[in-house]
């Protein structure tokens, strides 16, 4: 299914410095208030929330990590893509976006449309949307996939009765946005 249009990012966002400018607590950002994955560019692109991930620093750069079961859409968006963004709604939009990117298919569904947001680029594959509160802009550096003989605790096994291991994705963070 073909998504919304992206149009261009309004001038309300601006770049700023993640490690001064990130406010409030990674953990709760991610595990609870949830982010929203993108990948692909502004006349193609898929979205999906998660609740897992991370943020830190690794070979010397400022990194995010992102964690997709290849059974989803925005997985085949992020192996072609060379850049993927993290985005942060505020809480109020937590059920809103949430039941539409974390629970549909972009294969099926206009998934801005459906959560009435707006798809904005800022480069040709650098997509989020308006409503946001912050944006992470993150290049692709590695990816991986998780093995299951090497879980040392084995009931991390019982996450996947599908035997739909996640694929990891490291992005170098190479910009922050954050609404004026």
Known sequence: MQQTKAIKASKLWEEKNIATDFEGSVFTKISKEWIA???????????????????????????????????????????????????????????KVHKVFGNKSGRDTDKARTANVT????????????????????????????????????????????KDYHRVYMGEIEKFYKKQ
Do not use: Q
């Open 119 to 162: 798809p904005i680029y800022f480069d040709e594959d650098i997509i989020s949307f308006e409503e946001a509160k912050e944006i992470v802009v993150c290049k692709k550096i590695y990816f991986g996939a998780f093995d299951p003989k090497n879980f040392i605790d084995k009931s991390i096994n019982d996450l996947y009765p599908l």
């Open 37 to 95: 994955i993108s990948a692909g560019t502004k006349d193609d692109y898929n979205t999906m929330t998660a609740s897992w991930g991370a943020i830190g620093h690794l070979w010397e750069r400022n990194i995010a990590i992102v964690y997709v079961r290849p059974t989803r859409h925005t997985c085949d968006f992020i192996e072609k893509s060379a850049h993927f963004t993290l985005t942060f709604f505020d809480k109020s939009f937590k059920s």
